[in-house]
């Protein structure tokens, strides 16, 4: 890490373990498949559109569902806050999807997702493009 010095109240330590910055020394594995990333933010995405435009159709009075949401104000709550069941089934669907799917992990995932999430000062973006280059025969 030649020439990056990161503040002491921003980051109290940074450690290289297995191709991963982490804080601390914490191990962070990356995600398993970006199948199961796609998954389910599309999925929670979706549902959540879903609540906000049932909630707004019934409150705009395009479709009178008065009598739904008084008989069932668990329902209405639960589409007009559509976070507190979304974001729990999209990190299970996200699971549940990354595990079937982790057989089409690229083998070198750990540095993609290092240079990925790495500051540009490090330079590992240009290492891992040169990197990609001569394996590739180029």
């Keep these: 890490m030649r020439g ?20 601390a020394g914490s191990h962070i594995d990356p ?3 970006p199948q199961g990333a796609a998954t389910g933010m599309l999925r929670g995405g ?10 707004n159709v019934s409150d705009l009075k395009v479709v009178d569902l008065g009598a739904f949401w008084a008989a069932n104000p668990l329902i209405r709550i639960r589409c007009e806050q559509p976070a507190i069941w979304t974001v729990p089934l999209v ?6 999807i990354s595990k079937a799917t982790s057989a089409d992990v690229p083998s070198d995932i750990r540095m993609k997702m290092l240079v ?7 330079g590992l973006k240009q290492e891992c493009i040169q990197e990609h280059q001569a394996g590739a025969g180029h």
Aim: include cysteine.
């Design 46 to 55: 979706l549902a959540a559109l879903a609540c906000t435009t049932l909630i």
């Design 91 to 96: 990190i299970g669907l996200m699971i549940v």
């Design 4 to 23: 990056y010095r990161a503040s002491p109240l921003a980051v109290p330590a940074i450690s290289l373990r297995n191709g991963i910055v982490s804080a």
């Design 116 to 122: 990925l999430h790495a500051p540009e000062k490090l």
């Design 31 to 33: 995600p398993n498949a």
